[in-house]
């Protein structure tokens, strides 16, 4: 493995910091620390790429010193999400038919986001009351009961996260489950990491249905998808096909994903489904409301996406955000609306100054065009955050001079064509814009 890396801190992201060892020996000795400090190990499996590399890296330190056999077979919970690849399954099966692994094959209607459609805003795969529009046979290994899971009324469901207490009672002592979580993949995965401590990579896990004693940790988080697809090809791992039929459909490496693409991200590659996976696309069609609207418009304004619909003149902000927040249905609603409120209060805790049309203010990050997609489509799982907005001068935190400049320039525009009631910010409009630049900035422009 050629990278050498390790996330640390650098202002607003985790900057890349050279080391001596690779990238796959670090995950060798995170994993074994991981082996000696829990009473229990399990390997959150999901037949992608970046788990793939997780369960080898693991059976290979299970392997590596009898001190570890304690851990095998490796226990490694799957959980069927229905709308998946048969590549996926296959590759599934060929796991769980290994000796040193102890898979648990889980299909239950777990609670997920089902973004084609505002009216109908969740989904859950494998759910009874839907056996006639499964996307895929029931597979012969599935487990279809988990002590605890709530299967009726659906909205009682949980969420594949808030339901990892079942499978690690108190009675086991602490427990880590490894995951494929990689910096590169987005700004929160990147917060995931907690800085300046030996085990920055394992997270305590307190949501839903845990009793304290599970953690979270992530052993390849400074891979990049260079690296996972490397470390196969060195050391002849087995891996889902269903990449192999993304790559010759001309999908890139970064973008190839095996998961269900219902939510609020991932529908803009639903074409994918329909050219690589044509089989079980065909009832992936039909699951679920929205879904054909989806795969024509996902990556158009109907979902918040590219070109941003046009604020009548004269109207508050305030206004043309809710326009849009009463558009989603009564289970999200109230959802989408505390959304959008929690980021204009912390705006507002952070600084007095207007929140504008198109620049992202220097401190916060937000500004109305990053606020209309969130009330357009919702993004509860709050994957979309101001902060990865901001420019910052490199080795200083503070904001690039360029950012304040552009700053001062808009609010200049806004004031003199008399629209600063359209911002709908609390104050009177400032007298000077310019005025509002720290020094630093100030001095400079």
Not at 348 to 362: A, C, D, G, S, V
Not at 368 to 377: C, E, I, V
Request: hydrophobic share 35%; net charge neutral.
């Amino acid at each position: 493995m050629a990278s050498k890396r390790r996330s640390s801190n650098g202002g607003h992201m985790l900057k890349p910091v050279p080391l001596d060892q690779d990238v796959y020996t670090l995950a060798l000795e995170r994993t074994a620390y991981v082996f000696d400090q829990f009473d229990h190990v399990v390997v959150s499996f999901s037949g992608g790429k970046d788990s793939t590399a997780v369960l080898q890296v693991a059976l290979e330190v299970a392997h590596s010193h009898p001190r570890f056999a304690r851990h095998l077979p490796l226990r490694t919970v799957f959980f069927d999400e229905e709308a998946i690849p048969y590549e996926t399954e296959q590759y599934v099966r060929r796991i769980s038919q290994r000796d040193d692994v102890a898979l648990e094959w889980y299909c239950l209607p777990v609670r997920h986001r089902n973004a084609c459609s505002r009216t109908e805003p969740y989904w859950w795969p494998w759910a009874p009351e839907a056996r006639d529009k499964w996307c895929r046979p029931l597979p012969p290994e599935a487990i279809t009961e988990l002590a605890g899971f709530p299967t009726w009324p659906p909205m009682d469901r949980l969420s594949i996260p808030n339901l990892n207490g079942l499978l690690v009672p108190a009675h086991l002592g602490n427990v880590a489950m490894l995951m494929g979580i990689r910096a590169q993949e987005s700004p929160n995965r990147r917060r995931a990491v907690k800085l300046h401590k030996v085990d920055n990579f394992i997270i305590k896990f307190d949501e839903g249905t845990s009793q304290g004693n599970v953690y979270k940790a992530y052993p390849i988080y400074d891979w990049m998808t260079s690296d996972v697809w490397t470390a196969p090809a060195l050391h002849g791992w087995d891996y889902n096909r269903a990449y192999d039929l993304m790559e010759m459909a001309g999908v890139s490496a970064f973008s190839q994903r095996c998961s269900p693409a219902f939510g609020e991200e991932p529908i803009q590659r639903l074409d994918t489904y329909a050219k690589c996976f044509p089989d079980v696309w065909a009832m992936m069609a039909e699951r679920l409301p929205g879904v054909g609207a989806a795969l024509r418009y996902a990556r158009t304004e109907l979902y918040g996406f590219g070109t941003r619909p046009e604020k009548p003149a004269g109207l508050p902000w305030s206004e043309f955000l809710a326009l849009y927040a009463s558009k989603h249905g009564d289970l999200t609603r109230r959802q989408v609306t505390n959304r959008l409120r929690t980021e204009i209060r912390r705006h507002y805790r952070k600084t007095t100054h207007p929140i504008l049309e198109n620049t992202p203010h220097p401190l916060t990050g937000v500004s109305y065009k990053f606020l209309l997609p969130l009330a357009m489509r919702g993004d509860l799982k709050e994957r979309r955050q101001a902060y990865k907005l901001l420019d910052n001068e490199p080795g200083t935190g503070l904001p690039t001079v360029g950012i304040w400049r552009r700053y001062a320039e808009e609010l200049t525009q806004i004031l003199a064509a008399g629209r600063f009631h359209e911002l709908g910010h609390p104050g009177d409009p400032p007298a000077d814009p310019w005025a509002l630049l720290p020094d630093y900035a100030r001095q400079e422009v």
